[in-house]
């Protein structure tokens, strides 16, 4: 599986000691790195992770007063050309054989023949897909301004003619009619971070294609949603809750922040626990919050914190209260006795090239790319480590406790579609008035329509299978 490889790729191992002492450095490095750009520019906050507005607000009048400097580095890779010249479609339907060894590894264990109902969704490539989105920024109005690439102004197109193809078996795009059928009288959640609402946004556009939702609910900061499909008696909501944990955020609606967050890392956040039981699918995620700079509790007592320097404090690390926290949030759905469906989403890695999202990182590619021509970074490695590591476990427990738990792995697929971002045109028009401009990248958001339609194929085909 692909997650195995990824594994195998990641170059720490606990035993060796030369390199935590790497390591040590490294975050002695990255806490420098973090102390002084706070110092350079308190305004802003000193994440790592999306400095993005989690409200729904239109394009900012002016850009923000950190892009500059440290933008224009030299090399940027070769775009992908070779892409171009793919098979021709009619191959696309035809899925390639799986390689050998994953079917030897399949069939030693105790499952017998029904490979067919057993395909690896997340082992695949992306091709061609000359019949394009299936929805537009014309046909859907629910797409939210920072990821409207096109009514944004990006030029270029090529990122909207690709699909996701498994190798073991044919992967058919989202059918909006069929899904609404099976999902009468149904519940779904989307609960996480912006991610989550990005992905949510693409499925309603997709269905909406059939029924327009209706906006039936929303917060204060149009962070929670919910809407009905009144046809066919089916809601989906979205549920804002980064951490998962019960977490206080000192942050204004630009994302900055005049605090740490303060964590708790053994308490789950109410805003998702207490509806838990009322969707019939869940969809969980989590992951790049965790890079804040943050203090954790456990019990109400202050163990330590991550990124807090002006804190007479432990340094306990993110990976520390990633694991903690993501411990907790296994415990209560294995343990809980949900009848449904749940899914856990992995996170999903930006694509900032030549620069953080700080300090003028951009993302221009225009194709997807080649498997390993573009690692994952070394924080977003270990996030997705500490995942996989303890939602593999918890899987496995559901299955003996009869909860319908599964992973959706959408990391390595994502990870080949730097392409897929709005880049500068989260914002309307960024070019309009100067062609130089600085302006704010967002490479971690997905365009709508973009990849991230692929992933609701995928969860589509998992449903349907159940
Ligand atoms: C959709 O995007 C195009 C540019 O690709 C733009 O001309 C058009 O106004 C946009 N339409 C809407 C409804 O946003
Ligand atoms: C609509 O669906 C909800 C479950 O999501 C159910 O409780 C309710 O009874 C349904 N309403 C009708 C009129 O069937
Ligand atoms: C919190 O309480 C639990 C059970 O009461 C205990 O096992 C744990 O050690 C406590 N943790 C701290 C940091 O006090
Ligand atoms: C920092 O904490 C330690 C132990 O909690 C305490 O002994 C020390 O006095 C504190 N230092 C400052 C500057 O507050
Ligand atoms: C892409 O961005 C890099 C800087 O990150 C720049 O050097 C390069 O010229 C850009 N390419 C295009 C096609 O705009």
Known sequence: MRTDYLKQNFPFTHRNLFLKLLLTLFFLGLAFRIL???SLSPQISP???????????????????HTSALSQSVSEPPPVQERASEPPPVLEHVPEPP?????VSETEDQFSPTESEKCDYFNGDWVRNPSGPAYTNESCNLIESHQNCLKNGRPDREFLYWRWAPRQCDLPQLDPQRFLNMMRNKAWAFIGDSISRNHVQSLLCLLSKVEQPVLVYHDEEYKCKSWNFPSYNFSMSVIWSPFLVKAAIFEDINGVSSS????????????WTDQYLDFDYIIISTGKWFLKSAIYYENDTILGCHSCPNRNLTELGFNFAFRKALKAVMNFIVSSNHKGMIFFRTFTADHFENGEWF???TCN??????????EMKFLN???RDIELDEVGKA??????????FKLVDFSALSQLRPDGHPGPYRQFQPFAKDKNAQVQNDCLHWCLPGPIDSWNDIIMEMVAKG
Request: glycine share 6%; hydrophobic share 35%; net charge negative.
């Open 47 to 65: 994440v790592l992770e999306s400095p993005f507005p989690e409200k729904v607000t239109l394009s900012q009048p002016h850009n923000p007063p």
């Open 260 to 271: 740490e967050v303060e964590l708790h890392l053994d308490k789950l956040d109410s805003k």
């Open 395 to 404: 899987v496995s427990e559901a299955s003996k406790n009869g909860v319908n």
């Open 36 to 38: 002084f750009f706070h």
């Open 99 to 103: 390689p050998v060894v994953e079917f």
């Open 381 to 383: 490695q270990m996030l």
């Open 359 to 361: 300090s003028g990182g």
């Open 365 to 374: 590619r225009t194709a997807p790319i080649k498997e390993g021509e573009m």
